[in-house]
């Protein structure tokens, strides 16, 4: 078992940045896969970001790539540093952990642990 908790969301400008944290209640460095999703109102969960615990390897949805950066911190920790934010980035933001080969898949479903999640707002 492992418990996910969110930090690092609020409401910014469009253009501005804000890191968002996922910090774990042990080593997630462990759990094969951390992502990052979002969910708008209305909207199917998007995956956004994922960091490979093997290699350190990163893979983008398209809608965010060049703009935001996933990275480990340390064993507990995994950010999400998100950059030049616009509008369309609105929505509450989970992590998630899940194991090989099914995290691979990067849908919702494929993975065990998720956050609470954390709100992020982006005004035009």
């Known amino acids: 078992q492992v418990q996910l908790v969110e930090s690092g969301g609020g409401s910014v400008q469009a253009g501005g940045s804000l890191r968002l944290s996922c910090i774990a209640s042990?080593?997630?460095?462990?759990?094969?896969?951390v992502a990052w999703f979002r969910q708008a109102p209305g909207k199917e969960r998007e995956d956004i970001a994922i960091?490979?615990?093997?290699?350190?390897?990163t893979e983008y949805g398209d809608s965010v790539k060049g703009r935001f950066t996933v990275s480990r911190r340390n064993a507990n920790t995994v950010n999400l540093q998100m950059n030049n934010l616009k509008p369309e980035d609105t929505a509450m933001y989970y992590c998630?952990?899940?194991?090989?080969?099914?995290?691979?898949?990067?849908?919702?479903?494929?993975?065990?642990?998720w956050g609470q999640g954390t709100q992020v707002t982006v005004s035009s």
């Open positions: 998630a952990a899940g194991s090989f080969p099914r995290c691979v898949g990067r849908r919702p479903s494929d993975y065990g642990y």
């Open positions: 960091i490979y615990s093997r290699d350190g390897g």
């Open positions: 042990r080593n997630t460095a462990s759990s094969d896969c």
